[in-house]
């Protein structure tokens, strides 16, 4: 059976990444893959649920970061790992890198707590039994203060989204730590560029794996 395939998409809010998934999708599709899309927090009815705490409440940063690992174990469990048992192609707006941005470098919570909580939820979870992660990860990059210019009068923020640009720019660094820590796994987007030519390095950094003629 063909290989499931794992690629999550990341970056600060006002990046653009998600209006990119259905593109991705469809060229996936017509290459005759079965796509499922999906998002963290997110992706079962048990999950989203913690995702309207999560993006609502004011909390403890230990407390979000146990409910977005909470929300993430059903989700991989439920969804994820059986899709990529069944060789399908998941596309995840979002996954356990955003925790690290946003948990560890934009809170400012312990990194090594967020990797034990990685090791436990996403452990033995992987093809082959391995640690779970993407074999891809497309990361939106774009400068924090272009991002809340976007933002700004976009729909009513949430609570991640109502923070002030100081915070965006640890997030920013935060994806660029994982990304260099871990770079056979990352492709860097350029999402300053128009949407086309956004749209074009996506397609293009997808055709370099060898998974798309
Ligand atoms: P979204 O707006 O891209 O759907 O993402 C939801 C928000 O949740 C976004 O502001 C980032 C935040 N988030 C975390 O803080 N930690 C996480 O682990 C994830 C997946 C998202």
Do not use: N
């Amino acid at each position: 059976m063909t290989r499931g395939l794992f690629i999550s998409l990341e970056g600060i809010d006002g990046a653009g990444k998600s209006s990119h998934i259905d593109a991705l999708a469809g060229l996936f599709e017509a290459a005759g893959r079965t796509v499922r899309r999906t998002r963290e927090p997110g992706g079962t009815p048990l999950a989203e649920t913690l995702r309207t705490l999560v993006l609502s409440e004011p909390m403890d940063p230990l407390t979000e970061s146990l409910l977005v690992f909470a929300a993430r174990r059903e989700h991989v469990v439920q969804v994820i790992a059986p899709a990529l048992a069944r060789g399908e192609v998941v596309l995840c707006d979002r996954f356990t890198d955003a925790t690290f941005a946003y948990q560890g470098a934009g809170r400012g919570f312990d990194t090594g707590v967020l990797a034990t909580l990685e090791g436990w939820v996403q452990g033995g979870q992987g093809q082959g039994g391995a640690l779970l992660q993407p074999d891809l990860t497309l990361w939106f990059d774009l400068a924090p203060e272009i991002a809340a210019e976007r933002l700004a009068g976009a729909r009513l923020p949430d609570k991640f989204e109502a923070q002030p640009v100081e915070f965006f720019r640890r997030v920013a660094r935060g994806y660029a730590d994982r990304a260099a820590a871990d770079a056979a796994r990352f492709e860097r987007i350029g999402a300053d560029a128009p949407r086309e030519a956004v749209r074009t390095q996506v397609a293009a950094a997808v055709r370099r794996r060898g998974w798309l003629a």
